[in-house]
Structure formats: C-alpha cells, structure tokens
C-alpha cells in the first residue's frame, strides 16, 4: 500500500463520501455503491489524490465512472461492489506497479489498507483524516459480499447513531502486498470490529475492468493474480505445463498439409505463412441453404471498413467466438499459426497490449469432442498426448485440463474441423459441450471455434452474444507474398520473387486469380508450378485437384508409392503359409490394389454421406473388398489402411484415417457420383430436375453445399455422353427462367468458383434484366445484375459503369441509386468514386428524405477508408431532434454497427428506449435493436422485460415486445410465457396468435 496512492471520493446528487486507490495515473478504485446509490448513479464525483505527509501532497479534480459504463445501464445484480473513476487530470506518483492477489489456506493472512470512515472525523473542521486499517482475513470465512476482514482496532457507537465505519467503503485492502480487495460493508452485529471486502479477482474476470486496469495501470501493472497463504505468495505453477508448450510451439511450426507436399523437405508453416484479415459479420448471419457462404465476390474490394487483423480475433475476451471461412479459406492454417504463437509468447513471457489473461493454447479437432461420454478436458488431454513427437513430456492429465493454467492466465481452446462431421446432430453436440465448458464460474476456458459456414443456421445453438468473424481471402499482395515465400523452398530469394511476380500474372491472364485467393487453392496452384513450371496452370477448380491427385498418387515417383504398395501385398501374402491360401489372399489383394482410385471415391461418397466411420466398414459394402478367409480381420484393416496411407490421398487423424481437407472429401466424392453414365443420369434428374414451364413454376436447383456442388456439376459438364449437353440445357433453363437466387447461386458457381458452368445464358439473362426490367421481377434486379456482371472479367467495365448510370440517373428510384453506389464501393478501384457520391447525397437535405440519407451514411461507412466519414453523418442524424425518432434511432442502430462507435450508437439506443416523450412502439423498436447488438442484448433484454411488464405500455407493443424476447437466448422462455398470457387476452388474443404463428413458422425454417 502506498498512502500517496490514497484517494477521498466525494459525490453529488445524493451527496456522499468514500474512499478510493489510485491504480494509475488517470484510475481511481473504489467501491460501486460509493457511486451508485439507490439504484441511480450520482450526478458529480471528485477525487482527492494523496496524503499530506507523502509525496507531492493531496491533488483534488474532477471524475467521473469508467467501470461500469453508465451508459451500458444498471449493472447486473450478482456485479461485484467495484467501480473504476477515470480523473480529468493525471495524477503522478512514485513507487511500482499494483499487484493482485487471491487469499487462500486455511491459517487467517494479516492485511492492512486505510480510508476515510467517519469515526476518524473528530476536528469537526475542514481538515481529511486518514485512518490506518489492519487485523486478519481468515479465507474460510464467508460473506455475502466476500472477504471477512477482523479487524484490530474498531470504533465504538457514535452517539448521533451513525454508521462509524461510513466513508471507510472502497479502501483498498492489501495482503502480502497484493490488492486482494475494497471494503463494501460493516458488521453491527459484531459491534463494529468486522469488516467485509468484495474480491477484485472477480471483478479482473471482466474483460472491460482488465483492460482498462491493463493499459492505463501503473506503468508494469498487469491483471496476473498471486495466491496468497498465511505464509506469503504461493508459487506459480507454470513449469508443470513448460514442456507441454515447447511441443506445441514445435507442432504449430508444422504445415497442417504436410502429407500433401510431393518433392523434398516441406518448407515450415511459419516460412509461407501469409497473415489474414477478418471482419465481423452480425449476429443473424448465417450460410445459404446451399452453405459455404461467401465464396463470390471475385472483384469486390478485399478490404472493408471493418477488417482488421485476425489476430485481433485471438487477443479479445470474447468466452467464445467463431471464424468462419468458405472451403479451403485458411481457417487450420491460421488456428496452427496461433498455437505456434501464443505458445512461444507465454514461454518468453510476453503479453499483448490490452490482452487481461495470459493464453495457453491447446488445438483440438472436434472429432475428438464427440460423443456424449466424452469430456472437454478428456479431449485436450488426448490432443496433448498427440504432441509426443514435438517434445519431451508434452501429455498434460485431464485433472490439470479442468483448472486454470495458473492465476491470471486460461487455456485458449482453437477448435478445428467442425464442418467435418458428418452430421448436425454431431456438430450440435460439440457446440453445446463447448458453450456449456466456457460458461464455468470461474473462467478456466476461452475458445475460437473455426467451421465453414453452416446451412440451417447450426450455430444458433450458441446464441446471438457468441460473436462471428469471417476470414477473408488473400489480397493481390497477399496472393504475390505466399508465392514468393513458397517458391523460395525451391529458388533462391531474388529468383523467387521474380517467378512470383510472373506466377501471379499467369493467373490473371487465366483467370485463375480469384481463385487463388483462397488459400489452399494457392498452395496447391503453387505446389503444381514447382513441380512443373513449365506446366499450363489448370483451367479451373476441378481440374487443378484432378491435377494434383495425379501428382501426389499416380505420378509420384519420389514417394515410390508402386514399391510402397508392392510390399505392403508381400507382406499379407507372406503371413499365409500355404500355398492355396497365398494365392487367394494375393488374388484379393491385388484386386483391392487395382481399384484403389475407384475405392477412393467409394470410401469418400461413404464418408461425405455420413454413413460409416472407419476405412474398414466403409469398404466392407463394395463388392470387390472381401477379407480372404486365411487373414485375420484385423490385419485385413491394416493392409486396406496400408495401401490409402501410401496414396497421399488420405492422411492419420484424430479418429482414423480421413481425407487432408473437406474439399479433397468432396472432389472424391463427386467423382464417384458421376462415376458413370448411369449414375449421371440419376445425380442429373435429383440435380435439375427437367422443366416443365406448364406445372413447375420455375426451374430449381437441388440444396447441396456449394462447394460439392461445383464439383458435381463439373464432372456431368465434363463427361463425353448425352448428359453433358443435357446438363448444359438444364443450366441454360435455370439461367433464363430461375429466380434472382437461382441467379446468384450460378454466379457463385462460376465467377467464385470457376467451375465449368456455360456463363452465356447467365450473361445474357444479366443483360435482359437491365434493358428490360419486368414488373414480375423485384425492383432492385436491374442493379444486382449490373453487380453480378461486374464480378466477370470480361464484363467487369460493363458492370461498373452500369452501377455508375444506374446511380447517375435522377429517374431511378433512390433506393436503388444507394444500392448501386454502395456496390460500387465494394469493387478495386471504383471506392473514391462512390464515397464522393454518397458524401454529397448526405448533405442533400432538400432532395432526398431522411431515411434515406440515413442509408447514404450507412452505406459511406461501409467503404473502405470512409468509416470515420459516414460515422459521423450518422452521430449528426441521431443527435438531429428535427428528424423522426425512428430515423433518429436507424442511425443510432447503424452507429451501433460500426468498430469504435459500437458504446455510442448503443447509449443514444438505451437513450431512445427509455425517452417516454417517444412512442410505445418506436421505444420498443430502439430496445430490440440494442438486443441485436451483441455486446448489448442483456442491456436490450433487461428493456424489453420491463415493456413487457408494464400495463401502462400499449397492449399490441407488449405482444411485440413478447415476440422479441422469444428470440433471445435466456429470455425465450420468458417471451413464450408472455405470448401465452397474452393469447388469453381477449383484447390482445389475434395478435399474440399471430405473433406465436410466426415463431414456430421461424423454427421450421431453421430446423
């Protein structure tokens, strides 16, 4: 305790007094009922920083509460009674860093602080008494506040009835020199002679508490927190988990594709590693039904005015998050990047600024957390036995798992191959176990979820507060770096970046860039020109893993692969001893050797299908896989694994043998789904059913998930039979008669993809819905269109100077003129463009209406480089009390959308919610749109409870608001409740039906 540190805290509205602790410069800790005061927060708060004996003597100013944000409402009821003041003016003061402490043992531990109560008030003057706090605090003790402080001296009653120890509340009370707390409460019942402390390690839990502790502490001051015995401060235990974190540091320096590289030594993980960015996605995003989301948008500009680092993702206090990315998007590169690196900063001991906890990574596939039985730290300990390759001793025991690393610090959970599981059931099962393990009190796990996007919006189960953040692609330099630092395994430095510089211009006069933006695609592009430089590059997706399973199997020499497969027959043949017998167990052998590429793309469709697990009940089924009666089953398994390892097809997993990436899955499987011309025909009429304009409506195309189906229509395209122009009609049908989706899903297949798809039909559909916009089509269709034929290289002009006219034109309907420049601020090269349109049309009071300038703010926001811009049109509109309070709140919501406004569009949301002057049903909709906002929907929920339970609110808002809190995770059972209440009502009965209807109409779409 330093008594120069000692800080008086006066209050205004109600008037008051406390005491306080000065952990940095600016930051004063105190206790929260100093400054909230029945249920209301005080309107004025001063600070007094110093003791007249100590340092530079008292210095009074201003202050005003950082933690909790009043803005962010009325704490939660289980807060602890901590608050944190943020000074006007910095206070220096000499001496160290504020250390942490957690008392523990049985023996009480001596403690001391001091304050401000009132008992030491005796000059009746204007002078500050301190007074001096010590005695013991036995941690066995309880109370509901949390420590139990015994004190040594204690005041006697006063005679004018008032509480001696008031004023004493938020001392700081240390142990062993570590801040274990900050007094909240006296004892009558003990004649004055005990104290009562809430516990700061629980308010360190808090992200928001431990970050502003973290950065704006005392220089050196962190959020670790020591255990504390009678004794002094307990050892920390990290060297047990030492070993553990050289194998991991080792293993995240390992490409998680090892298996796929064909010629020398693979280059390490951390040599071509090329960094994404990532942006948030909201909350209700979700896939398409045909899932792999997001996998077109070949000439949309990369960067967005919300992408920042993925690491950023890494170093929040989010509990629980996902990354999402379409197939081969990155999402085990990156996850094994951060093992390597989270596990090489906890052993130099380094920390990122801002970061509250010290993180242990542990990578887990999912296929390791199925199963009902199966424990979350059951699971990691298995991962940790995985390492034994990297390191000595890595294997930690499940007990060790199911409690923290040590004070201050978590285990980083990075879940890898969930879309890899075969069925929703299973994904479910995983999410749940994971949402249930980070939500333990206290914290022991965080964890970053990586999947392809889901269809039937799967990770629902999860709730709208677990945040989303989608991996994007590379960008043209991203593309250039990867093969630079990829060729270099080959070339010397200065030649590898001129063969880069030649390999990426390749694939733009191919087409083929966008492409390999993705990166798996990059590697395998870059795998194949290493090999062969002198090699055409492929023509498109399929084509490039036709190419390259050629090269990791069949023409393979390096890996002598036919030798391999040869020895492994030898070796069965040999385990029989007659003559007989050798023959026929060589004869079934040497069949299953034969047919090992059409086995391949059996065991995949088995696999892709969900049925069976393992190699050996997955082939069991074909016909030409009998186990000869002379081998034992089991050897038999090992023979059939023998020869797929040899392959480089199929690699070891966690749970058996299994394809390197899904995306390998889906080209085997798609492959033996158009295996022949029979099957082609069948997969053919389930695909794209033949129209019949007189009784179908309109054509459709089967729901499978994007990626496989490009795999599947490229192979019918590709066959030399009728079902190739059939196919070709069929898509033709599709693209003239299909709906607007039916559209983007053939754009997605095509421009995204590169899949063999006849564009011309597509074209020229694009084409008549510009010129000769129809009444049946939507309004907007003429627009996307123009977007759609921007994303073609040959039409990538066309396309942008028709967004241009579309927005140019004063006839269009302004919606749509938005649309089109909001598009174009999406495409290289055209950003500047659009942002000079949608800055005039803010300032365009007179023409445009005010929702709509809204929307030109909005969509100015959302360029990139334009945030700040179309941010503060959005504060001008929300503070403009001429407009309607719903435009006033739509630019609220939008504020509330962007990074670094996210606080202030949320408080002008609560501000709106709670204005009585505004209409019911305006409240209601500000209060749902703070729900909406991640970090904000218990906020949103706590106002919607309170409509709901209002008989003054509208009878028809109240069945709203009812509607809304059926939505939101821990509230729908309440909003059920409600709805159900309601339906008895014979006033508000048609309503709350209706609004029942639509929920259970939700569900069915979703499950």
Same mark, same amino acid.
């Given at each position: 305790?330093?008594?120069?540190?000692?800080?008086?805290?006066?209050?205004?509205?109600?008037?008051?007094?406390?005491?306080?602790?000065?952990?940095?410069?600016?930051?004063?800790?105190?206790?929260?009922?100093?400054?909230?005061?029945?249920?209301?927060?005080?309107?004025?708060?001063?600070?007094?920083?110093?003791?007249?004996?100590?340092?530079?003597?008292?210095?009074?100013?201003?202050?005003?509460?950082?933690?909790?944000?009043?803005?962010?409402?009325?704490?939660?009821?289980?807060?602890?009674?901590?608050?944190?003041?943020?000074?006007?003016?910095?206070?220096?003061?000499?001496?160290?860093?504020?250390?942490?402490?957690?008392?523990?043992?049985?023996?009480?531990?001596?403690?001391?602080?001091?304050?401000?109560?009132?008992?030491?008030?005796?000059?009746?003057?204007?002078?500050?008494?301190?007074?001096?706090?010590?005695?013991?605090?036995?941690?066995?003790?309880?109370?509901?506040?949390?420590?139990?402080?015994?004190?040594?001296?204690?005041?006697?009653?006063?005679?004018?009835?008032?509480?001696?120890?008031?004023?004493?509340?938020?001392?700081?009370?240390?142990?062993?020199?570590?801040?274990?707390?900050?007094?909240?409460?006296?004892?009558?019942?003990?004649?004055?002679?005990?104290?009562?402390?809430?516990?700061?390690?629980?308010?360190?839990?808090?992200?928001?508490?431990?970050?502003?502790?973290?950065?704006?502490?005392?220089?050196?001051?962190?959020?670790?927190?020591?255990?504390?015995?009678?004794?002094?401060?307990?050892?920390?235990?990290?060297?047990?988990?030492?070993?553990?974190?050289?194998?991991?540091?080792?293993?995240?320096?390992?490409?998680?594709?090892?298996?796929?590289?064909?010629?020398?030594?693979?280059?390490?993980?951390?040599?071509?590693?090329?960094?994404?960015?990532?942006?948030?996605?909201?909350?209700?995003?979700?896939?398409?039904?045909?899932?792999?989301?997001?996998?077109?948008?070949?000439?949309?500009?990369?960067?967005?005015?919300?992408?920042?680092?993925?690491?950023?993702?890494?170093?929040?206090?989010?509990?629980?998050?996902?990354?999402?990315?379409?197939?081969?998007?990155?999402?085990?590169?990156?996850?094994?990047?951060?093992?390597?690196?989270?596990?090489?900063?906890?052993?130099?001991?380094?920390?990122?600024?801002?970061?509250?906890?010290?993180?242990?990574?542990?990578?887990?596939?999912?296929?390791?957390?199925?199963?009902?039985?199966?424990?979350?730290?059951?699971?990691?300990?298995?991962?940790?036995?995985?390492?034994?390759?990297?390191?000595?001793?890595?294997?930690?025991?499940?007990?060790?798992?199911?409690?923290?690393?040590?004070?201050?610090?978590?285990?980083?959970?990075?879940?890898?191959?969930?879309?890899?599981?075969?069925?929703?059931?299973?994904?479910?099962?995983?999410?749940?176990?994971?949402?249930?393990?980070?939500?333990?009190?206290?914290?022991?796990?965080?964890?970053?979820?990586?999947?392809?996007?889901?269809?039937?919006?799967?990770?629902?189960?999860?709730?709208?507060?677990?945040?989303?953040?989608?991996?994007?692609?590379?960008?043209?330099?991203?593309?250039?770096?990867?093969?630079?630092?990829?060729?270099?395994?080959?070339?010397?430095?200065?030649?590898?970046?001129?063969?880069?510089?030649?390999?990426?211009?390749?694939?733009?006069?191919?087409?083929?860039?966008?492409?390999?933006?993705?990166?798996?695609?990059?590697?395998?592009?870059?795998?194949?020109?290493?090999?062969?430089?002198?090699?055409?590059?492929?023509?498109?997706?399929?084509?490039?893993?036709?190419?390259?399973?050629?090269?990791?199997?069949?023409?393979?020499?390096?890996?002598?692969?036919?030798?391999?497969?040869?020895?492994?027959?030898?070796?069965?043949?040999?385990?029989?001893?007659?003559?007989?017998?050798?023959?026929?167990?060589?004869?079934?052998?040497?069949?299953?050797?034969?047919?090992?590429?059409?086995?391949?793309?059996?065991?995949?469709?088995?696999?892709?299908?969900?049925?069976?697990?393992?190699?050996?009940?997955?082939?069991?089924?074909?016909?030409?896989?009998?186990?000869?009666?002379?081998?034992?089953?089991?050897?038999?398994?090992?023979?059939?694994?023998?020869?797929?390892?040899?392959?480089?097809?199929?690699?070891?997993?966690?749970?058996?043998?299994?394809?390197?990436?899904?995306?390998?899955?889906?080209?085997?499987?798609?492959?033996?789904?158009?295996?022949?011309?029979?099957?082609?025909?069948?997969?053919?009429?389930?695909?794209?059913?033949?129209?019949?304009?007189?009784?179908?409506?309109?054509?459709?195309?089967?729901?499978?998930?994007?990626?496989?189906?490009?795999?599947?229509?490229?192979?019918?395209?590709?066959?030399?039979?009728?079902?190739?122009?059939?196919?070709?009609?069929?898509?033709?049908?599709?693209?003239?008669?299909?709906?607007?989706?039916?559209?983007?899903?053939?754009?997605?297949?095509?421009?995204?993809?590169?899949?063999?798809?006849?564009?011309?039909?597509?074209?020229?559909?694009?084409?008549?819905?510009?010129?000769?916009?129809?009444?049946?089509?939507?309004?907007?269709?003429?627009?996307?269109?123009?977007?759609?034929?921007?994303?073609?290289?040959?039409?990538?002009?066309?396309?942008?100077?028709?967004?241009?006219?579309?927005?140019?034109?004063?006839?269009?309907?302004?919606?749509?003129?938005?649309?089109?420049?909001?598009?174009?601020?999406?495409?290289?090269?055209?950003?500047?463009?659009?942002?000079?349109?949608?800055?005039?049309?803010?300032?365009?009071?007179?023409?445009?209406?005010?929702?709509?300038?809204?929307?030109? $703010?909005?969509? @100015? &926001?959302?360029?990139? #480089? +334009?945030?700040? %811009? *179309?941010?503060? =049109?959005?504060?001008?509109?929300? /503070? !403009?009390?001429?407009?309607?309070?719903?435009?006033?709140?739509?630019? $609220?919501?939008? @504020? &509330?959308?962007?990074? #670094? +406004?996210?606080? %202030? *569009?949320?408080? =002008?949301?609560?501000?709106?919610? /709670? !204005?009585?002057?505004?209409?019911?049903?305006?409240?209601?909709?500000? $209060?749902?749109? @703070? &729900?909406?906002?991640?970090?904000?929907?218990?906020? *949103?929920?706590?106002?919607?409870?309170?409509?709901? /339970? !209002?008989?003054?609110?509208?009878?028809?808002?109240?069945?709203?608001? $009812?509607?809304? @809190? &059926?939505?939101?995770?821990?509230?729908?059972?309440? *909003?059920?409740?409600?709805?159900?209440?309601?339906?008895? !009502?014979?006033?508000?009965?048609?309503?709350?039906?209706?609004?029942?209807?639509?929920?259970?109409?939700?569900?069915?779409?979703?499950?």
């Amino acid at each position: 305790m330093d008594p120069q540190r000692l800080v008086l805290v006066q209050t205004g509205g109600p008037e008051g007094s406390g005491s306080g602790y000065l952990l940095g410069p600016q930051l004063v800790l105190t206790a929260l009922h100093v400054v909230r005061q029945e249920s209301r927060w005080v309107r004025k708060v001063s600070a007094r920083v110093g003791h007249p004996r100590y340092g530079a003597g008292p210095v009074q100013g201003p202050a005003r509460v950082c933690w909790p944000d009043p803005q962010r409402g009325a704490p939660s009821g289980d807060a602890p009674d901590v608050a944190l003041l943020w000074l006007e003016k910095p206070v220096l003061t000499e001496g160290g860093p504020v250390r942490w402490g957690r008392p523990g043992g049985v023996a009480p531990i001596p403690f001391e602080g001091a304050g401000f109560p009132a008992f030491a008030d005796d000059s009746r003057g204007t002078d500050v008494r301190f007074e001096y706090l010590r005695g013991d605090l036995p941690a066995v003790s309880t109370a509901s506040v949390g420590w139990v402080l015994n004190c040594h001296e204690w005041p006697g009653l006063r005679a004018d009835g008032d509480r001696p120890w008031a004023g004493a509340s938020g001392s700081a009370v240390f142990c062993h020199g570590r801040l274990v707390g900050v007094v909240a409460e006296d004892n009558r019942t003990m004649a004055w002679r005990r104290l009562q402390a809430a516990p700061v390690h629980e308010a360190l839990r808090c992200p928001d508490f431990a970050g502003l502790v973290s950065r704006h502490g005392h220089p050196g001051t962190g959020t670790d927190v020591d255990e504390l015995t009678a004794e002094g401060v307990a050892v920390a235990p990290q060297d047990t988990v030492r070993d553990y974190l050289r194998a991991a540091r080792k293993a995240g320096e390992r490409h998680p594709y090892q298996s796929l590289f064909v010629q020398g030594a693979p280059p390490s993980l951390i040599d071509v590693f090329v960094r994404q960015a990532s942006n948030r996605v909201s909350g209700d995003w979700q896939a398409s039904s045909h899932g792999d989301g997001g996998i077109v948008a070949p000439r949309a500009a990369r960067g967005t005015a919300s992408a920042e680092p993925v690491e950023t993702v890494f170093h929040r206090a989010d509990r629980l998050c996902v990354l999402l990315a379409g197939p081969g998007g990155g999402k085990s590169t990156t996850l094994r990047m951060r093992l390597h690196d989270a596990a090489a900063d906890v052993l130099v001991g380094a920390r990122t600024a801002g970061e509250a906890e010290q993180a242990v990574p542990v990578w887990v596939s999912a296929r390791t957390l199925t199963g009902e039985e199966t424990r979350v730290a059951e699971a990691l300990a298995a991962a940790t036995r995985n390492l034994s390759r990297y390191g000595r001793c890595p294997e930690l025991p499940e007990s060790r798992l199911r409690e923290r690393p040590w004070p201050g610090a978590h285990w980083h959970l990075l879940v890898d191959d969930l879309d890899e599981l075969p069925t929703a059931a299973e994904r479910r099962t995983v999410l749940e176990k994971l949402a249930s393990a980070v939500a333990s009190d206290p914290p022991i796990y965080r964890c970053v979820i990586a999947t392809r996007p889901l269809a039937e919006d799967e990770l629902g189960v999860l709730g709208r507060h677990v945040p989303r953040y989608e991996l994007q692609p590379f960008t043209a330099d991203d593309l250039n770096r990867y093969a630079e630092r990829y060729f270099r395994s080959r070339w010397p430095e200065q030649e590898a970046a001129v063969r880069a510089r030649r390999f990426t211009q390749a694939l733009r006069n191919a087409s083929l860039e966008e492409l390999a933006r993705t990166p798996l695609m990059a590697f395998m592009l870059c795998q194949l020109h290493v090999i062969d430089p002198e090699h055409p590059l492929p023509d498109g997706r399929t084509t490039a893993y036709q190419e390259f399973t050629r090269l990791l199997y069949e023409n393979n020499e390096s890996k002598r692969v036919a030798d391999s497969h040869e020895a492994s027959i030898r070796r069965l043949v040999e385990s029989v001893q007659s003559a007989r017998g050798r023959q026929e167990v060589d004869a079934a052998a040497r069949q299953v050797h034969v047919l090992l590429p059409e086995l391949i793309e059996y065991l995949a469709h088995r696999w892709f299908t969900g049925r069976e697990s393992s190699v050996t009940e997955a082939l069991t089924s074909h016909e030409a896989v009998r186990c000869p009666r002379q081998v034992r089953p089991d050897r038999w398994a090992a023979f059939l694994e023998d020869l797929l390892l040899h392959t480089g097809l199929l690699v070891h997993r966690a749970d058996g043998l299994g394809f390197p990436h899904r995306t390998f899955l889906e080209h085997h499987a798609a492959r033996y789904a158009t295996r022949d011309e029979a099957a082609r025909a069948h997969l053919l009429d389930a695909l794209l059913p033949e129209y019949d304009p007189a009784t179908d409506g309109t054509p459709r195309l089967a729901n499978v998930p994007l990626s496989y189906l490009g795999f599947l229509l490229d192979g019918l395209l590709g066959a030399d039979d009728f079902g190739a122009s059939e196919t070709a009609t069929r898509l033709r049908v599709l693209a003239e008669h299909g709906e607007m989706s039916a559209l983007g899903l053939l754009m997605a297949l095509g421009a995204g993809l590169m899949s063999r798809l006849p564009m011309e039909p597509v074209i020229r559909r694009l084409h008549h819905l510009i010129e000769h916009p129809s009444v049946y089509d939507p309004l907007n269709a003429p627009v996307y269109a123009a977007w759609w034929l921007a994303q073609l290289d040959e039409y990538a002009q066309t396309g942008a100077e028709l967004l241009k006219r579309f927005a140019e034109d004063d006839g269009n309907r302004v919606w749509d003129r938005i649309t089109a420049v909001g598009f174009l601020g999406r495409l290289d090269g055209q950003q500047e463009f659009a942002a000079a349109w949608l800055t005039d049309w803010a300032g365009w009071s007179h023409w445009l209406a005010d929702d709509e300038r809204v929307a030109v $703010a909005e969509a @100015l &926001a959302r360029i990139e #480089g +334009h945030l700040e %811009a *179309g941010a503060k =049109w959005l504060v001008r509109f929300t /503070e !403009d009390t001429g407009l309607a309070a719903r435009d006033r709140m739509t630019a $609220a919501r939008g @504020l &509330a959308a962007l990074p #670094g +406004h996210r606080a %202030a *569009g949320a408080a =002008w949301l609560v501000r709106f919610a /709670e !204005d009585p002057a505004i209409d019911d049903h305006e409240r209601l909709w500000a $209060a749902w749109q @703070l &729900a909406r906002v991640d970090e904000y929907e218990k906020t *949103g929920a706590a106002l919607l409870t309170r409509f709901v /339970e !209002d008989t003054a609110f509208g009878g028809t808002e109240r069945v709203w608001t $009812a509607w809304c @809190l &059926a939505q939101l995770d821990g509230q729908r059972e309440d *909003g059920y409740r409600w709805l159900a209440r309601f339906s008895r !009502d014979s006033t508000l009965c048609t309503e709350a039906d209706e609004r029942l209807r639509d929920l259970a109409e939700n569900t069915i779409r979703r499950f």
